[in-house]
C-alpha cells in the first residue's frame, strides 16, 4: 500500500483529530496520505487515480458520498464509525490504528457491494448511487403518479408519494421503513418499494441484477429525483428516470465474518433486546433471554 486517502466529515472536531493520528501512523509505514473534506469533490477527484485505500471517518453519509465519488476507480473503502447507526462503517474510532496495521498486514477481506446508475434524458448526465434512487413529489400532500416499466415491460402505474429503487445495501434505508425487504449486502438484485401507494395495493418487487428500470412522472406539481438522499434534481411532468445496476460496485474493507451480517443486522434493528426476568414476574431467562413463563 502506497497511496492513502483520508475522507473526513470536516464539521465534526474529532473526525479531524483522528485523521492526523492515522495519517502520522500511515506516514511512518512509508505511505503518501491525502486528505479532504467530504464536501470537496474535485479535490477528490483529483487524488483517487493510484489511491490504494480511502479511509472514511464519519457515518453512513459520508461513506454514502466517498463510493460515488471513487466511481469509476475501484478503491477499497474503510469505514469508520463517527455516526449514528453505521450499517457501513465496521471499525469504531478507537480500533482505527490497529485496524489499519491489519490492512497493511493483509489480514482482512474486501467485500463488494452493487451499486445503481441513474439517467435522466432530460438533464443528459449520469449518476451512480449505492443506497437508492428515488423519483418522488417535491410538494407536501400531493401525491404523484410514477409508471414503472421493468425491461420495456409496463409493471404498474403509482399513484404515492414516491417510488424507491434500492440495492441491497439500501435495502436497511429508506425502502426499508416504507415497508421493503431486507436483502443481503452481497445480493446483486434490484428492488422497487413505492411509498405510501394510495389504496395500499402496491407491494414491493424483487427484480434481476440486469432488469432495466424507467420511472416516468406525471404531477401537477414539481417532481424531483434524489441519488442516495444527496444529490436532488427537480422533474417536470413527462421526464422518465432510468435506472439499472451500475458496471462499478463499492468496495469495503471488512475484518468480520461474512455471517457476522446476521448479528449486526440484528443489533442495529433492535431485534434481540433482553428483557429483565426481575423487572416483569411473568417472564423467567433462558440463557440470558427473558422468555414468557
Known sequence: M?????????????????????????????CEVWQTSNWDDNAVAAQVPGTDLLICLGGDGTVLRAARTVVPYPVPILGVNMGRLGFLTEV???????????VLEGRCRIEERTMLQAQVPAWGATHHALNDVIVGRASVGRPLYVEVAVDGVRLAIHRCDAVIVATATGSTAYSLSAGGPILHPDSPELLITPVAPHLGSARPVVLPPDAAIDLTVT?????????????????????SVSVCRSAHTARFVRFSKPQDYYAVLAEKLDWLR?????????LFEFNGIATPK
Open 2 to 30: 502506497k497511496k492513502v486517502g483520508i475522507f473526513i466529515r470536516s464539521r465534526w472536531s474529532a473526525s479531524v483529530q483522528l485523521a492526523d493520528k492515522a495519517r502520522s501512523m500511515l506516514q511512518n509505514e512509508g
Open 219 to 239: 404531477a401537477d406539481k414539481e417532481a424531483v429525483v434524489s441519488v442516495d438522499g444527496q444529490i436532488d434534481r427537480a422533474l417536470a411532468s413527462g421526464d
Open 274 to 282: 433482553v428483557l429483565q426476568a426481575s423487572d416483569n414476574p411473568e
Open 92 to 102: 469504531h474510532p478507537g480500533d482505527l490504528v490497529e485496524r489499519l496495521r491489519d
